[in-house]
């Protein structure tokens, strides 16, 4: 309804390549169903230029019809959206959970991965919402983002988390947990990039803990 205000306290958010569906199981592991909110990201982006940037803004304006501060928690490309928006918009957020996120884009790394989409079929994207194009398009856009100036200024309780065999991913997040004032760093052992569905279990249980604590 229009300029009604929605209650909601826990956002999740999927990665490039995931849909919601990815957090399921430990969303219902921490019995969150009723709490909880897990936004489709290619539909926020319906119509629209497939950018970095329209997504952003997309996610700002979805996050403006909530009226109580929100605990974010994203994975890769969703952990870049919850960092971006809390230092943005530190009197929304109450706490953050980065899962394999980057505050820096590693643009070697983003550069080679758009050259392995190039090659692979458009079937292996369907199921994502997203196309290979957009894939592409996508990852080009966000090549130039840097947030290391506003890590400093996150004051609220952060999670910093990665897969231990997630090597792509580790060194962003020793920094992370070292640069943002109230991080704290775990690793999350025998699990690679995919968290939250290589260690679903694991995930809850932690996540659990960080949200009863704070």
């Known amino acids: 309804m229009p300029g009604k205000m929605l209650m909601m306290q826990y956002v999740f958010l999927h990665g490039l390549g995931q849909t919601p569906a ?3 199981s ?27 940037n329209n997504l952003y803004d997309a996610f700002v304006t979805l996050c403006d019809q909530y009226s109580e501060q ?11 959206l919850a960092l ?10 109450k706490s953050i959970v980065l899962i394999a996120a980057q505050y820096k884009m590693p643009k070697a790394l983003l550069s080679f991965q758009n050259w392995i989409f190039r090659f692979m079929p458009n079937s292996m994207f369907k199921s994502t919402g997203f196309g290979k194009e957009d894939f592409i398009n996508l990852s080009k856009s966000m090549i130039n983002l840097d947030f290391s100036n506003g890590l400093k200024n996150i004051t609220c309780p952060v999670l910093v988390l990665c897969g231990d065999k997630d090597k792509a991913n580790k060194k962003a997040t020793d920094e992370l947990s070292e640069l943002i004032p109230k991080a704290e760093k775990h690793l999350i052992e025998n699990s690679g990039h995919e968290v939250n569905i290589n260690a679903s279990k694991e995930l809850a249980a932690i996540l659990s803990k960080f949200y009863r604590e704070i």
């Open 26 to 52: 430990t969303i219902k592991e921490m019995k969150l169903d009723k709490e909880c909110f897990c936004p489709d990201l290619s539909e926020l982006l319906y119509g629209k230029e497939i950018t970095y």
């Open 22 to 24: 990815s957090f399921e």
């Open 70 to 80: 929100l605990n974010l928690c994203g994975l890769s490309l969703g952990g870049i």
């Open 84 to 93: 971006n928006y809390a230092i943005d918009y530190p009197a929304k957020v």
